[in-house]
């Protein structure tokens, strides 16, 4: 085989272990539209590395094959919640944020409480990944409680992975995931393994009865029973553009009470947003 044959062999053979941009934009828009997820032409080589593992699982060749094979009908019915484990980002720790667990405690509730004797608190955990913020949650509200007995509360969390949801509701973390839970807590509130030389630690279990997992996308209708009191969608925006943040905040507010709060990520913004909220604190809104 001549050399020039050679180079066009490992050409093509180089060009089909890499995704198209046909497929890439087929990927990119449908990931848009039914999940959010910005997938700019940045992000292919992204999406690449991620999508290795299930042409692995499924024993595909390239990209084109998976793609043919995701869009098809059996595709479409089996493979759609493994694409999105793999376009969804899920970075997070307990007590993330800190400042927002600390009004919650010394302003939020007491306040709530103050005005609403006999209901329930409602709160939503939106986008909760693998579990460590509605579980901060619920040892927050769990720690309130002792002070005030009367306190009722809920925690639903969802989010559009099933792969997180079996995390969180295992509960199980690296010991190092405690850093920046207070110490105190520790012992109240985690176990840890009885074989030491794995460093895990699993929330304890008057912790885990208190958080519903379910599976939501936020781009699909939804709807709950009651109103939320308070809604935690922190740095899950960020993966969306303006005009879905925007939407995605008005069905929020149509789920929150009047008076109730909702905590966004310190990166993300509402400014110029046409929304019926009041700024209390950064990245802190009441629902007016």
Not at 42 to 50: F, H, N, P, V, Y
Not at 78 to 100: A, G, I, K, Q, S
Not at 170 to 178: C, G, I, P, Q, S
Request: with cysteine.
């Amino acid at each position: 085989m001549s050399d020039s044959k050679q180079v066009s062999v490992r050409r093509d053979q180089s060009n089909s272990r890499q995704l198209s941009a046909r497929d890439f934009a087929r990927f990119s828009e449908f990931i848009h539209t039914e999940c959010g997820i910005k997938m700019p032409p940045s992000k292919k080589t992204m999406l690449e590395a991620r999508l290795q593992k299930r042409l692995r699982a499924l024993a595909l060749p390239d990209y084109s094959h998976y793609c043919a094979y995701f869009f098809s009908k059996e595709g479409m019915a089996t493979e759609l919640p493994h694409l999105l484990d793999v376009v969804t980002t899920n970075t997070t720790d307990f007590f993330r944020e800190p400042n927002h667990f600390d009004l919650l405690s010394r302003n939020v509730l007491p306040r709530w409480l103050s005005r609403h004797q006999g209901r329930e608190l409602a709160v939503w955990s939106a986008g909760c990944s693998t579990g460590e913020e509605p579980y901060s949650l619920a040892i927050v509200l769990s720690e309130f409680q002792l002070q005030q007995p009367e306190f009722r509360f809920s925690i639903l969390a969802t989010d559009i992975s099933t792969r997180v949801l079996e995390h969180a509701s295992r509960a199980v973390y690296a010991e190092d995931k405690l850093e920046k839970v207070p110490k105190p807590l520790h012992k109240l509130h985690f176990l840890r393994s009885k074989d030491r030389s794995r460093r895990l630690v699993r929330v304890a279990p008057e912790v885990r009865r208190l958080v519903s997992f379910q599976r939501l996308n936020f781009m699909e209708e939804f709807s709950f029973k009651n109103r939320m009191d308070i809604i935690f969608c922190r740095n899950v925006m960020i993966y969306f553009d303006r005009p879905t943040q925007e939407r995605l905040l008005s069905k929020f507010c149509s789920h929150l009470h009047q008076g109730g709060h909702i905590f966004i990520g310190h990166s993300e913004s509402l400014t110029g947003m046409q929304l019926p909220l009041r700024q209390l604190a950064p990245t802190v809104y009441e629902r007016v």
